[in-house]
Nanobody, 117 residues
Framework: QVQLVESGGGLVQPGGSLRLSCAASVNAFRLFVMGWYRQAPGKQRELVAT???????NYSDSVKGRFTIARDNAKKTVYLQMNRLEPNDTAVYYC???????????WGQGTQVTVSS
């Protein structure tokens, strides 16, 4: 069983920064592709960023240059550093873990990020 717990969400003003954390309770963490997704009210859940076991990263066009995803295999934690936040970034952010060997993804419970003045 894979368990993911997000933290670090909150209220921030436009232009501000926030760092999300996702702690994974799973063996062989380094063999998972980790990612962040988000879902705003009335919208589909969308990809934000992913990072592979070899730390190759991918970002959606809407966040590229502003967000940075990173992982700490020793701490079994993935981070999302969010800079120059915009109101459209407001959403529930979910941590995702995809086994490198295939199989079903695991999801965290989500953490709310609100960008408002």
């Amino acid at each position: 069983q894979v368990q993911l717990v997000e933290s670090g969400g909150g209220l921030v003003q436009p232009g501000g920064s926030l760092r999300l954390s996702c702690a994974a309770s799973v063996n062989a963490f380094r063999l998972f592709v980790m990612g962040w997704y988000r879902q705003a009210p009335g919208k589909q859940r969308e990809l934000v960023a992913t990072i592979t076991s070899r730390e190759t990263t991918n970002y959606s066009d809407s966040v590229k240059g502003r967000f940075t995803i990173a992982r700490d295999n020793a701490k079994k934690t993935v981070y999302l550093q969010m800079n120059r936040l915009e109101p459209n970034d407001t959403a529930v952010y979910y941590c995702n873990a995809k086994p490198a060997w295939g199989g079903f993804d695991a999801w965290g419970q989500g953490t709310q990020v609100t960008v408002s003045s």
